[in-house]
């Protein structure tokens, strides 16, 4: 594992396409940005495991073959795959 200190706004960059950015320090909890192409996929840890154990979310239009109790409500998400927060740094004057 490669550890690197960084101080807020500060980046670093993977692979030429994914940047890593430290967005905020509050005592012993840092927030992260990472901005990296649509076509790599960013997740925690634990839902990366529920992947690996379940396996990904079906396609959309797959839930027609499901029994109505069972087909998901419109606008729930997959247990694996939970709506993403963006992270957004505060701007300050100046």
Known sequence: MLVLSRKVGEKRV???DICVT?????GRQ?????????SVRVDRSE???RLAEFGPPRPSGS???LPESEAPRPGA????NPPRR?????????
């Open 77 to 80: 998400s997959h247990p694996s």
């Open 22 to 26: 430290v967005v905020a320090v509050q």
């Open 63 to 65: 839930n027609s073959r």
């Open 14 to 16: 993977i692979a030429g």
């Open 30 to 38: 840092i927030r992260l940005g990472i901005t990296a192409p649509a």
């Open 47 to 49: 839902v990366h495991q």
């Open 86 to 94: 963006r992270l957004h740094a505060k701007r300050t004057a100046g």
